[in-house]
Protein backbone atom coordinates (compact mmCIF):
# COMPACT_ATOMS: atom_id res chain seq x y z
CA UNK A 1 0.00 0.00 0.00
CA UNK A 2 1.16 3.74 -0.90
CA UNK A 3 2.38 5.65 2.25
CA UNK A 4 1.31 8.93 2.58
CA UNK A 5 2.76 11.93 3.84
CA UNK A 6 1.09 14.74 4.89
CA UNK A 7 1.70 17.99 7.50
CA UNK A 8 2.00 18.13 10.84
CA UNK A 9 -0.11 20.37 11.69
CA UNK A 10 -1.73 24.10 10.25
CA UNK A 11 -3.37 26.78 11.32
CA UNK A 12 -5.51 28.80 9.55
CA UNK A 13 -8.97 31.89 10.54
CA UNK A 14 -12.16 31.71 10.12
CA UNK A 15 -13.32 31.92 6.62
CA UNK A 16 -10.65 31.25 4.93
CA UNK A 17 -9.60 28.36 2.70
CA UNK A 18 -7.71 25.97 4.07
CA UNK A 19 -6.04 23.37 1.67
CA UNK A 20 -4.21 20.48 2.62
CA UNK A 21 -1.56 18.43 0.71
CA UNK A 22 -0.68 14.73 0.52
CA UNK A 23 2.06 12.76 -0.96
CA UNK A 24 1.65 9.65 -1.72
CA UNK A 25 4.54 8.74 -4.81
CA UNK A 26 3.99 5.34 -4.97
CA UNK A 27 0.71 4.95 -5.46
CA UNK A 28 -0.75 1.91 -7.70
CA UNK A 29 -3.06 2.05 -10.88
CA UNK A 30 -6.45 0.56 -8.73
CA UNK A 31 -5.79 2.75 -5.72
CA UNK A 32 -8.24 5.49 -5.17
CA UNK A 33 -7.10 8.31 -2.49
CA UNK A 34 -9.57 9.22 0.42
CA UNK A 35 -9.62 11.63 3.21
CA UNK A 36 -11.59 11.11 7.00
CA UNK A 37 -12.05 13.74 9.20
CA UNK A 38 -11.57 13.02 12.88
CA UNK A 39 -12.26 15.16 16.45
CA UNK A 40 -11.17 13.78 19.66
CA UNK A 41 -12.35 10.92 21.67
CA UNK A 42 -14.79 10.20 18.27
CA UNK A 43 -14.16 8.04 15.16
CA UNK A 44 -12.70 9.24 11.92
CA UNK A 45 -15.20 10.76 9.46
CA UNK A 46 -15.52 9.95 5.81
CA UNK A 47 -14.67 13.38 3.69
CA UNK A 48 -14.28 12.67 0.13
CA UNK A 49 -12.34 10.35 -1.79
CA UNK A 50 -11.30 10.52 -5.38
CA UNK A 51 -9.23 8.62 -7.98
CA UNK A 52 -8.17 11.51 -10.65
CA UNK A 53 -8.82 15.73 -11.52
CA UNK A 54 -11.46 17.21 -9.08
CA UNK A 55 -14.00 15.70 -6.99
CA UNK A 56 -16.36 18.13 -5.00
CA UNK A 57 -19.09 17.81 -2.49
CA UNK A 58 -20.72 20.05 -0.19
CA UNK A 59 -18.02 20.24 2.80
CA UNK A 60 -15.29 20.16 0.60
CA UNK A 61 -12.85 19.70 -2.68
CA UNK A 62 -10.38 17.15 -3.87
CA UNK A 63 -7.21 18.09 -6.53
CA UNK A 64 -5.40 15.33 -7.86
CA UNK A 65 -3.34 16.16 -10.57
CA UNK A 66 -2.75 13.98 -13.47
CA UNK A 67 0.28 11.89 -12.30
CA UNK A 68 -1.76 11.08 -9.05
CA UNK A 69 1.40 11.07 -6.85
CA UNK A 70 -0.43 13.77 -4.46
CA UNK A 71 -3.76 15.40 -3.81
CA UNK A 72 -4.99 18.48 -2.23
CA UNK A 73 -7.86 18.29 -0.04
CA UNK A 74 -9.66 22.27 -0.09
CA UNK A 75 -12.00 23.00 2.83
CA UNK A 76 -13.61 26.33 1.65
CA UNK A 77 -14.86 28.88 4.23
CA UNK A 78 -13.63 27.23 7.22
CA UNK A 79 -15.05 27.49 11.18
CA UNK A 80 -13.53 26.95 14.29
CA UNK A 81 -15.70 23.39 13.67
CA UNK A 82 -13.18 22.61 11.43
CA UNK A 83 -11.05 22.10 14.19
CA UNK A 84 -10.12 18.42 13.83
CA UNK A 85 -7.36 16.08 12.59
CA UNK A 86 -7.76 15.36 8.79
CA UNK A 87 -6.08 11.68 7.57
CA UNK A 88 -5.39 11.15 3.54
CA UNK A 89 -5.16 7.63 3.01
CA UNK A 90 -4.91 5.37 -0.24
CA UNK A 91 -7.18 2.54 -0.56
CA UNK A 92 -6.51 -1.09 -2.13
CA UNK A 93 -9.45 -1.24 -4.63
CA UNK A 94 -8.51 -5.44 -4.10
CA UNK A 95 -8.62 -5.79 -0.21
CA UNK A 96 -10.14 -2.45 1.04
CA UNK A 97 -7.21 -2.08 3.07
CA UNK A 98 -6.52 1.76 4.35
CA UNK A 99 -3.34 2.55 5.99
CA UNK A 100 -4.33 5.72 8.44
CA UNK A 101 -0.68 8.22 8.59
CA UNK A 102 -0.57 10.99 11.40
CA UNK A 103 -2.80 13.09 10.11
CA UNK A 104 -2.61 16.94 9.75
CA UNK A 105 -3.89 18.49 12.79
CA UNK A 106 -5.86 21.80 11.80
CA UNK A 107 -6.47 24.14 14.16
CA UNK A 108 -9.12 26.91 13.02
CA UNK A 109 -8.73 30.43 15.39
CA UNK A 110 -11.19 32.88 15.65
CA UNK B 1 -31.38 3.57 13.55
CA UNK B 2 -28.40 1.94 11.20
CA UNK B 3 -24.53 2.41 12.44
CA UNK B 4 -22.17 0.89 14.14
CA UNK B 5 -22.07 0.16 18.13
CA UNK B 6 -19.22 -0.20 20.17
CA UNK B 7 -19.28 -1.36 23.61
CA UNK B 8 -18.47 -0.26 26.11
CA UNK B 9 -17.23 3.44 25.93
CA UNK B 10 -14.87 2.39 29.06
CA UNK B 11 -13.11 -0.57 30.52
CA UNK B 12 -10.73 -0.80 32.72
CA UNK B 13 -9.14 -4.26 33.04
CA UNK B 14 -5.94 -6.01 35.41
CA UNK B 15 -3.11 -7.02 33.54
CA UNK B 16 -2.44 -10.35 32.47
CA UNK B 17 -6.49 -10.55 32.24
CA UNK B 18 -8.21 -11.15 28.57
CA UNK B 19 -10.83 -8.88 27.54
CA UNK B 20 -13.06 -8.73 24.62
CA UNK B 21 -14.46 -5.83 22.67
CA UNK B 22 -18.13 -5.91 21.24
CA UNK B 23 -18.08 -4.36 17.47
CA UNK B 24 -22.13 -4.63 16.06
CA UNK B 25 -23.52 -3.12 12.74
CA UNK B 26 -26.92 -3.20 11.29
CA UNK B 27 -25.38 -1.59 7.74
CA UNK B 28 -25.18 -5.20 6.32
CA UNK B 29 -21.61 -4.12 5.14
CA UNK B 30 -19.52 -7.05 4.00
CA UNK B 31 -16.08 -5.60 5.04
CA UNK B 32 -15.50 -4.88 9.44
CA UNK B 33 -12.70 -3.59 10.45
CA UNK B 34 -10.64 -3.02 13.99
CA UNK B 35 -8.30 -0.12 14.79
CA UNK B 36 -5.91 1.02 17.32
CA UNK B 37 -5.23 4.69 18.23
CA UNK B 38 -2.96 5.98 20.59
CA UNK B 39 -2.77 9.54 21.91
CA UNK B 40 -1.71 12.15 19.10
CA UNK B 41 -1.18 9.10 16.80
CA UNK B 42 -2.98 7.59 13.78
CA UNK B 43 -4.77 5.13 13.68
CA UNK B 44 -3.40 1.56 13.11
CA UNK B 45 -5.03 -1.62 11.67
CA UNK B 46 -5.03 -4.35 13.70
CA UNK B 47 -7.39 -6.65 11.69
CA UNK B 48 -9.89 -6.76 9.11
CA UNK B 49 -12.44 -8.97 7.63
CA UNK B 50 -14.32 -8.79 4.28
CA UNK B 51 -16.31 -12.53 4.81
CA UNK B 52 -17.73 -14.41 6.89
CA UNK B 53 -15.60 -16.96 8.73
CA UNK B 54 -12.65 -15.03 7.24
CA UNK B 55 -10.20 -12.46 8.26
CA UNK B 56 -6.88 -11.06 8.08
CA UNK B 57 -3.72 -9.75 9.78
CA UNK B 58 -3.37 -5.91 9.80
CA UNK B 59 -0.22 -4.34 10.72
CA UNK B 60 -0.04 -4.68 14.66
CA UNK B 61 -2.17 -7.96 14.98
CA UNK B 62 0.06 -9.57 17.59
CA UNK B 63 -1.33 -9.83 21.11
CA UNK B 64 -4.83 -9.97 19.43
CA UNK B 65 -7.69 -12.44 18.22
CA UNK B 66 -10.52 -11.70 16.25
CA UNK B 67 -13.84 -13.93 15.54
CA UNK B 68 -16.15 -13.48 12.28
CA UNK B 69 -19.06 -15.88 13.42
CA UNK B 70 -21.83 -13.59 12.03
CA UNK B 71 -21.70 -10.58 9.45
CA UNK B 72 -23.11 -8.10 11.85
CA UNK B 73 -20.72 -8.58 14.38
CA UNK B 74 -16.47 -8.54 14.75
CA UNK B 75 -15.58 -8.67 18.10
CA UNK B 76 -11.87 -8.48 19.15
CA UNK B 77 -9.87 -9.69 21.54
CA UNK B 78 -7.19 -8.12 23.59
CA UNK B 79 -4.99 -11.07 24.97
CA UNK B 80 -2.78 -10.51 28.22
CA UNK B 81 0.57 -11.45 25.29
CA UNK B 82 -0.24 -7.50 24.36
CA UNK B 83 2.18 -6.02 25.76
CA UNK B 84 0.83 -2.14 25.43
CA UNK B 85 -3.14 -2.75 25.55
CA UNK B 86 -3.94 0.17 26.72
CA UNK B 87 -5.61 2.29 23.95
CA UNK B 88 -8.63 3.70 21.98
CA UNK B 89 -9.95 1.29 19.88
CA UNK B 90 -12.34 1.58 16.55
CA UNK B 91 -14.36 -0.70 14.73
CA UNK B 92 -15.74 0.08 11.31
CA UNK B 93 -17.07 -1.82 8.84
CA UNK B 94 -17.50 -1.43 4.86
CA UNK B 95 -19.72 -1.94 1.97
CA UNK B 96 -17.44 -3.65 -0.71
CA UNK B 97 -19.23 -2.68 -3.56
CA UNK B 98 -19.18 0.89 -2.60
CA UNK B 99 -16.57 3.83 -2.51
CA UNK B 100 -13.89 3.62 0.45
CA UNK B 101 -16.47 4.96 2.83
CA UNK B 102 -15.88 3.11 5.99
CA UNK B 103 -18.52 3.75 9.02
CA UNK B 104 -16.95 4.04 12.28
CA UNK B 105 -18.36 3.17 15.52
CA UNK B 106 -17.90 5.42 18.88
CA UNK B 107 -14.91 3.50 19.90
CA UNK B 108 -13.72 1.70 23.49
CA UNK B 109 -11.10 3.14 25.75
CA UNK B 110 -9.61 0.49 27.20
CA UNK B 111 -7.40 1.02 30.12
CA UNK B 112 -5.47 -1.84 31.25
CA UNK B 113 -3.59 -1.25 35.29
Known amino acids: LAKTTQPISMDSYEGQEVNITCSHNNIATNDYITWYQQFPSQGPRFIIQGYKTKVTNEVASLFIPADRKSS ?3 LPRVSLSDT ?3 YCLVGSSNTGKLIFGQGTTLQVKP | DGGITQS ?3 LFRKEGQNVTLSCEQ ?4 DAMYWYRQDP ?6 IYYSQIVN ?3 KGDIAEGYSVSRE ?3 SFPLTV ?4 KNPTAFYLCASRALTSSYEQYFGPGTRLTVT
Open chain 2, 26 to 29: NLNH
Open chain 1, 72 to 74: TLS
Open chain 2, 79 to 82: TSAQ
Open chain 2, 54 to 56: DFQ
Open chain 2, 8 to 10: PKY
Open chain 1, 84 to 86: AVY
Open chain 2, 70 to 72: KKE
Open chain 2, 40 to 45: GQGLRL
